[in-house]
Structures are given as structure tokens and as C-alpha cells.
């Protein structure tokens, strides 16, 4: 377990991302409503599918480089400058090589990007190599553990990802098109953003460091592997949805896939500062891992509540009442994001060790059931399969987390669901201390 002093340190990191978290999503949020207001359905499908091939993209190409830096400059186990240096070229080549196989996909087989107009991923997809280098250059930073640059970069490129959204869509009222250009635009500036500020202060020599690009794939592979499946599980079933039923329910759903995003706020923050941290330590790992389980459970369930209350009223008054058939599947997916989020805290202790192939083959077969389940019911009942099975998936890569989690530590149900008292206490205290000090400096 972290000293007191690392405790504080830890939990002022963990309230500091999550506060910048919510900010972030505050952004997304409003951006959402202005899409979703100014291009309906259809429109919002549209842009939401494009994100979603290259979001897909960047975690089929990253090969757990990204984990491997945080791993790697928080263990001080690699020069800093030569993941640097490796980041570069490797954002720039493994960027450009999917670049070309998407574009020939898009030509040969355009089947697979069904209801998408080919100009308009071609665009977005111009920015793969700078969304690979955020990728990479983010993972630097967290392993630095400069969760303040991280933090505010991430909000910075979120505000001007906004603004170009309210200047695109009810300053100037053009269409998706040029919202697509502006993605493209927003992605080079999320990158040149960390890596301005990662350069700069440890310089870029363009030598490439063949041994250590080795030692990455010995980490990253079988992380590389379950981000895939992972990617899978999160996002097959919006492409399913807009591939059986078209852009008009996609854009629906979309709504209830980035709702779930809500649920994933308190465990991003906790990952984020947990793992550099517990991976400098070699004792009391699973002390740390159960504690922020336990909290972070706690948070999302209270979370889960109050959507069960307020989620009808809260579409019907920002998003419109064309957007109420996303509640349904909103409230579907509750349950699956409660236990996910738990499985997203659990698994911070494997990364921490060498992620067993084992689990990694729970996720291989848990994304096969979710293809198999999205494949034979999303024709019929389109977007409430989609969230049943989902649902259905997220609580089965629990149970494996769960399971291995216990095998490896002996700690059950009371050390990774029940909170104490003070650890709630404590982060409610850190949480509001935060924002009142943000108020202040506001005033």
C-alpha cells in the first residue's frame, strides 16, 4: 500500500483527472447536443461511425506501444529518450501503412464501409499518423507521471474541438462534410500538443532503436491482443447497428454508447494515476488495485442510480424528443458498464506484472460471443440487442478479471466491492477542495 504521503499525492492526481475528465465530457457533451440538434440522426451516425473506424484503427495498429511507454519511463527501466525517439518513427510508418490499407479497402471492398461516403473517410483517415502519435505521446506523459500536462492538453484540445463545432455548425451552418475536415484538423492538433510539449523538453535525435521497438512487442503483444478485443466488445455493435438498420438508428445508439463514457469518468482516472505508480512499486499491489476497485464500484453504481432517475428527462430536454428510443438502450446497458468499470480497475494489476496470455484468451472469447449475439439478434431488434449484448459481454470480462484477480490474491468480494468509510471520505473531501479552489481562482 502507498505511504500516507503517496496516498494523498495519488488521490490529489485521481481527483485532479477526474475533474479534468468531467470537464472533458461536459465539452463532449455540449458538442454532442449541437450535432445531434443541427444534423439529426442520420448526421450524427454518420460522424460517429467515422470516429469509430479511426479510434478502431489506432488500437488494430498501436501494438501496446503506447502501454509500453507508460510501463517502460515509469519503472525507469528505458532511456526516455529513446522511447521518444521510437515513437516518432513508429506513429509516422505504422500511421501511413494503414492510411494505404484502409484507402484500398474503401476502394476494393466498399462493402465493409457500407453507408459511409468513401471522401469522407479518407479524410478523417489523413490524420492517422498524428492520431498514433497522441496515442504514443500521451503514454510518455502518463509515465512521467505529469498527470497536470496530460490533463490540461486534453482539455485545451477538447475546447478547440468545440469551438470549431459551434463555428462549423450555427455560425456558418455548413454540413457534415466539413465537420469531418475539422476532425481531421482537431486530430493533428491533439498531437502536436503532447508532443510539443514532450519534445521540447527532452529533445527528438530520429535514431531508431531496433532492441528496444523488440522489448515493446515482448510487453505490449498480448496487451496489443486484448485491446483488440476490447475494441471489439466497445464498438462491433455500433458498426452492426449501422450496417443491419443505417445511419439513422446508428446515430440513436451512438448516443448510448458515448453515454456509457459517463460510467468510465472515476476508473480513467484511476487507471490513469494508478498504474505508473503501483508499477514503480513491487509490494502491496493488490492492496492498491482492491482499494480503488472498491471506490470506484461504489462511485459508478451511485452514478447508475441516478440515471435510472433522470436519464429520460435528460435526452428529452437537451437532445430532443427524436432521441428518446436511446433510452431504452441506455438503461440496458447500465449493468455491464458497472461491472466494466470494475474490470477496467481489476486489470491495472496484470498490466502491472506481465498481463497473462490466459486473460487474454477470456477476451478473445468474449468478443467472439458478442459478434456471434450482435450478428443473429441486431436484424431483428436492432439497437436493444446491441445493448443486451453488450451487457451481456461486459459482465462476462468481469467475472474473468474477477476470477483471476482472486485466484492470484486471495481478495473477494468485501476487498474489491465494499468501500470504508474514510476512502470515500476522502476522495469526496479532495474532490470538493478541488473544485472550490477552481472556483476561487475563477472569481
Not at 503532447?194 to 515482448?218: A, C, E, H, Q, Y
Amino acid at each position: 500500500m502507498f505511504s500516507i504521503k503517496e496516498e494523498g499525492s495519488t488521490l490529489k492526481h485521481i481527483s485532479f483527472t477526474f475533474s479534468s475528465r468531467a470537464s472533458l465530457l461536459f465539452l463532449n457533451l455540449l458538442m454532442s447536443i449541437i450535432i445531434a440538434r443541427t444534423l439529426g440522426p442520420a448526421g450524427k451516425g454518420l460522424l460517429a461511425v467515422i470516429a469509430m473506424v479511426g479510434s478502431t484503427i489506432i488500437v488494430l495498429g498501436n501494438l501496446g506501444i503506447s502501454k509500453f511507454n507508460t510501463y517502460a519511463i515509469s519503472n525507469k527501466s528505458i532511456e526516455k529518450k529513446d522511447i521518444i525517439n521510437n515513437s516518432f518513427w513508429l506513429g509516422l510508418i505504422i500511421g501511413l501503412i494503414f492510411f494505404f490499407i484502409a484507402s484500398m479497402l474503401a476502394f476494393k471492398f466498399p462493402i465493409l464501409f457500407r453507408n459511409i461516403p468513401r471522401s469522407y473517410l479518407l479524410i478523417y483517415l489523413v490524420s492517422l499518423p498524428f492520431l498514433f502519435w497522441s496515442n504514443f505521446f500521451y503514454g510518455i506523459l502518463t509515465g512521467e507521471q505529469n498527470f497536470k500536462k496530460f490533463n490540461i492538453l486534453n482539455v485545451i484540445a477538447q475546447v478547440i474541438d468545440l469551438i470549431g463545432v459551434i463555428l462549423l455548425l450555427l455560425v456558418f451552418k455548413v454540413g457534415v462534410f466539413y465537420v469531418v475536415v475539422w476532425y481531421m484538423v482537431v486530430n493533428i492538433i491533439k498531437a502536436l500538443l503532447p508532443m510539443k510539449s514532450v519534445i521540447f523538453r527532452n529533445g527528438l535525435s530520429l535514431k531508431f532503436n531496433s532492441n528496444i521497438f523488440k522489448k515493446s512487442l515482448d510487453y505490449g503483444l498480448r496487451i496489443f491482443l486484448t485491446g483488440i478485443f476490447a475494441l471489439l466488445i466497445l464498438r462491433i455493435d455500433l458498426y452492426m447497428v449501422n450496417f443491419f438498420k443505417g445511419m439513422a438508428e446508428s446515430g440513436l445508439y451512438s448516443l448510448a454508447s458515448t453515454f456509457g463514457d459517463v460510467f468510465f469518468i472515476l476508473p480513467f482516472s484511476i487507471v490513469t494515476v494508478m498504474f505508473p505508480k503501483i508499477n514503480a512499486e513491487d509490494k502491496s499491489k493488490k492492496e492498491s488495485v482492491a482499494k480503488y476497485s472498491r471506490i470506484s464500484f461504489f462511485s459508478v453504481l451511485i452514478l447508475a442510480i441516478g440515471t435510472l432517475l433522470f436519464i429520460k428527462l435528460f435526452i428529452g430536454l437537451l437532445y430532443g424528443q427524436e432521441f428518446l428510443p436511446s433510452v431504452q438502450p441506455i438503461l440496458l446497458l447500465l449493468p455491464g458498464l458497472i461491472f466494466l468499470s470494475t474490470a477496467t480497475v481489476l486489470s491495472q494489476y496484470f498490466l502491472s506484472t506481465k498481463y497473462p496470455f490466459k486473460l487474454t484468451i477470456c477476451w478473445f472469447l468474449a468478443t467472439i460471443l458478442n459478434i456471434i449475439l450482435n450478428f443473429i439478434y441486431i436484424p431483428q431488434y436492432g439497437m436493444i440487442a446491441a445493448a443486451l449484448s453488450s451487457t451481456i459481454t461486459y459482465f462476462l470480462v468481469f467475472g474473468f478479471h474477477y476470477y483471476f484477480f482472486y485466484k492470484e490474491t486471495k481478495m473477494g468480494f468485501y476487498d474489491v466491492f465494499v468501500p470504508r468509510k474514510e476512502e470515500i471520505m476522502n476522495i469526496i473531501r479532495r474532490i470538493i477542495g478541488f473544485l472550490r479552489k477552481d472556483i476561487k481562482n475563477g472569481v
